[in-house]
């Protein structure tokens, strides 16, 4: 059962030392830490059986807020344009959540999808605030009161955005698996007997839903500080698509699914791009009709599935308790009875 | 104040043209096990959603230790004291027996730090205890979707005792059970109710059950209460045996 986890933590090992070995590498895989972050958002969601197609409103609302404060007379430090932007993503998190958990299924996602649409609307309108379609120039900001070079800077954000991406997941994991995380995936399973334990299931879900949207924004504060830009599209319905695409593909309500997903798809899209530039989308695409056609667990389904008959002996209820991972089963399987 | 922990008075609810509830009017005793018995569509399912704020009367009241709760919530009466077990078992299916009276510990005890262990909250011991009282403490690490429908069941009502109720309504408690072992779980369940001190209402289809767990029986028929008494005198009353049981007990 051992190689069932040595082998994670390799990968997780490998992670660091892949800008040594193909520099080049290095903005791609920020980017796709930075979409694992907030892919993290929507596969939390996922957990309380809820799909969000607009969980890029939050995305783009961090990432706005950190241009607005680069642009400002305080001027941008990394730190603050993050704490800011994950603030802003999870205040409007609460304020779209206490509207959006009172629907559940296709109109909670479409609701998300409305507000993403809205926002996106008055980011590409109010041109001389938000610079329209066109975006906004976001500066490289000091780290700690020091200027960076490019290169330096990229190097930076790659380290911290890896062990931010650590951190979150580890946290994202304690939430799940604590009592307030059950609870909240509960909403999933049965609403009604949650009333009868005296807890309010929008309640609940608002929790995670908050949760969720600062994740989002972390992600959209790492994203624009390493393009530099901000534009309308960080709100633009394909981006909330592309979350789910992403956490489906990786195992979805899976932690770790959320960043092998954002890995594999950042790959899959820079190569698919460079070797096939009019046909990326349908490489994808393919892709994914494949996941879920024959892995409907997504990447870390396989990686389970084949782990379990290379140990079929392994495992035991201590490790199905010990990791909320493996604790849960993906919405395909197990309905009610 | 009522002596009374449970009243309702003059309940009245309709679906359309059907009278689910008409100046209903039934007292609850603290400590008894009152039966409800009454043939399909009587309206006795639709008494314990009013009971518990699930659904709400067109008039009338309900109050609970003196205290009227027919507007309240669910979880509102629930937090007062009020528990609930269901004729289908409403279970986190998701989760292990064990997690299912865990999470029902946590929503009791009000856990809501993010980063303790599910698993290692202080309640574990009293839900494992509370899971073997009902006989299901072998299979506490299985997800309740493959427990049996007799299993579920009984750890539904763990799950409803679980929140420390002082009333625990229950819906045919031992339906879906086979009728070799309906006695057997409804012994395991009076245990725990005396236990845990609990004052129980219950529908009940089966008869042999009422006469011997019943404290009072209630019959209910188009909606109203039509006799209430000890399950002796109820079950031999001619209207009851012609109506309700179609032959004699």
């Known amino acids: 059962m051992l190689a069932r986890y040595v082998i994670p933590a390799l990968l997780i090992l490998i992670v660091p030392l892949l800008p040594f070995l193909a520099p080049w590498l290095k903005v791609v895989l920020i980017i796709a830490l930075a979409k694992g972050i907030a892919v993290l958002g929507v596969t939390t969601l996922l957990r309380a059986g809820q799909v969000s197609f607009g969980h890029a409103l939050f995305f783009a609302i961090a990432a706005y807020a950190s241009a607005f404060l680069a642009r400002s007379a305080v001027g941008g430090e990394f730190f603050v344009m993050l704490l800011l932007g994950t603030f802003a993503a999870g205040l409007s998190g609460l304020l779209v959540g206490l509207f959006v958990v009172r629907y559940r299924g296709i109109f909670f996602g479409m609701l998300n999808l409305a507000f993403s649409m809205i926002f996106w609307s008055i980011l590409e309108k109010f041109y001389y605030l938000t610079g329209g379609a066109d975006g906004i120039h976001v500066r490289r900001p000091t780290v700690l009161g020091i200027s960076l070079a490019r290169a330096e800077f990229e190097t930076f954000l790659f380290y911290f955005a890896f062990l931010l991406a650590l951190l979150l997941g580890w946290v994202a994991l304690r939430f799940l698996n604590s009592p307030i995380g059950h609870l909240f995936q509960t909403v999933k399973t049965n609403e009604t007997r949650l009333q009868y334990l005296g807890i309010s299931p929008r309640r609940t879900l608002l929790v995670g839903y908050v949760f969720s949207a600062g994740l989002c924004g972390v992600g959209g504060v790492l994203l624009a500080t390493v393009q530099g830009i901000v534009t309308p599209d960080y709100a633009w319905w394909i981006r909330s698509g592309e979350m789910v695409f992403i956490a489906v593909l990786g195992g979805a309500g899976s932690v770790a699914g959320a960043f092998v997903g954002a890995l594999a798809y950042e790959l899959v899209r820079t190569y698919a791009a460079a070797f096939a530039a009019d046909i990326w989308q349908m490489v994808l695409g393919a892709f994914l009709l494949v996941i879920i056609l024959f892995a409907p667990g997504g990447m870390i389904g396989i990686y389970d599935t084949l782990m379990r008959r290379l140990f079929r002996n392994g495992g035991s209820a201590r490790d199905r308790d010990a990791e909320s991972e493996a604790a849960y089963r993906p919405a395909v399987e197990g309905k009610k009875p | 104040m009522t002596a009374y922990l449970m009243e309702a008075r003059g309940l009245e609810i309709r679906f359309g043209g059907v009278v689910a509830a008409q100046n209903v009017t039934l007292e609850v ?72 009276m865990l999470i029902a510990a946590s929503a009791r005890e009000g856990h809501w730090a993010p980063f303790t262990a599910l698993s290692r909250i202080p309640e574990r011991e009293e839900m494992m205890h509370l899971l073997e009282m009902v006989h299901c403490g072998d299979v506490a690490d299985r997800p309740v979707v493959e427990l049996s429908e007799g299993q579920r069941k009984l750890i539904d009502i763990a799950v409803a005792l679980a929140l420390k109720p002082r009333l625990l309504l229950m819906d045919e408690p031992t339906s879906g059970v086979a009728s070799s072992q309906k006695h057997e779980v409804m012994e395991i369940l009076v245990r725990a109710l005396a236990a845990a001190g609990v004052t129980s209402v219950f529908v009940e289809h089966d008869m042999s059950i009422v006469e011997r767990y019943a404290d009072e029986v209630a019959v209910w028929a188009a909606g109203v209460v039509q006799l209430r008494g000890g399950p002796a005198e109820v079950l031999e009353h001619p209207d009851v045996i012609r109506d309700v049981i179609g032959e004699t007990v």
Do not use: D
Not at chain 2, 35 to 61: D, E, H, M, Q
Not at chain 2, 85 to 91: G, K, R
């Open chain 2, 29 to 100: 005793k603290e400590g008894q096990n009152l039966a409800i018995i009454g043939p399909n569509g009587a309206g006795k399912t639709t008494f314990l959603n009013i009971c518990t704020g699930w659904l709400k009367p067109s008039a009338g009241s309900v109050y609970f230790r003196g205290k009227e709760i027919t507007r309240l919530s669910p979880r509102q009466i629930c937090r007062l004291g009020v528990a609930r077990a269901f004729q289908i078992p409403q279970l986190f299916t998701e989760h292990t027996a064990l997690e299912n």
